[in-house]
């Protein structure tokens, strides 16, 4: 399939974002107004302008609706404070349906990233608020209750397991187990996983994860697909392009080459958007592996986790 009709077939279909939906939060900072503070004497953050937007699953929620999808939906976790309101307001303006389980038990997952107003730089580590804890059981099986629920509407679900500490994400062991179960009850729908740390622990599922996440797994490429059971393994390899494997072989498809990209965040997640984007059409996997990365390196090109839309895509080189 050509790029153009992947793209004509998008406004009819529909994906749904399961897992750690965030909150991208952008600082810019003055540095001329760091005057010291009084009570301690340390030097203030002057923070000036602030924008948000989804990360995390969020991030590939926006590409997808940017891409063409008719109808984007998260399913995810957060908190009843001053961050979920955000989120929740930055998915309704990107036109992205919410079904996020909301508690007052739990925090919102926030990156804060601060930006030196007078480079346009991010020079100062960012603050993050994460969960450390256990999802709540309630949070849980209402989570496990809602993708029951809203699987059988959606064309594809992609899972974002994005969570990089040890507990505290919403893709938990009895969310995998569910996953695994439905791949294998509805095996014409298509369900991306990428998973940032626990890739192996995924059954009967596409999975994607870059090359140093692979190098963790317990066996070579081939062995480890066939043992879970996945009927395609993608490995990204930044910008040399990404290693399918499957029952018909390996195959690299190789990407454009992009000499000073601006910013690579979120390049995986706007891999996994395209790539999906392809497989939903019906696309070959190698098809849609190639629109990933054609969408990745449209995104690395923009600061932040941009998008591509479908003029940027067909506009982008020579296959349309």
Known sequence: MTYREILDALPGKSALILGDICLDRWSTYDPSEAEP????????????????????????????????????????????DGFGYELKQALAKGGIESALVESAEISTFTYTKLINGSSGQEDLPRVDFIRTTDMPNAVEADILEKLNR???????????????????????????????????QRPTQIIWVDSRNRPQFFRNVILKVNREESARFPSANSIFRNEANLPLLCITHGPEGSLLVSAFGEEFISTISIAHPVDICGAGDSFSAGAVAGL???????????????????????????TASPAEVLGSGPAT
């Open 37 to 80: 503070s009084r009570e301690t004497g340390l030097p203030r953050i002057a923070v000036v302008k602030t924008e948000v937007t989804p990360g995390a699953g969020g991030t590939v929620a926006s590409n997808a609706k940017a891409l063409g999808f008719g109808r984007v939906a998260v399913l995810g976790a957060v908190g009843t």
């Open 150 to 184: 809203l699987a059988p509407e959606f064309d594809a679900i992609f899972v974002s397991d994005q969570a990089e500490t040890a507990t505290g994400g919403v893709v938990t062991e009895l969310v995998r187990e569910r996953l695994a179960n439905l791949a294998l």
């Open 280 to 306: 939903v059409a019906g696309a070959t996997p190698a098809e849609a592996a190639g629109l990933g990365n054609r969408v990745a390196a449209i995104t690395v090109m923009k600061r932040g986790t941009g």
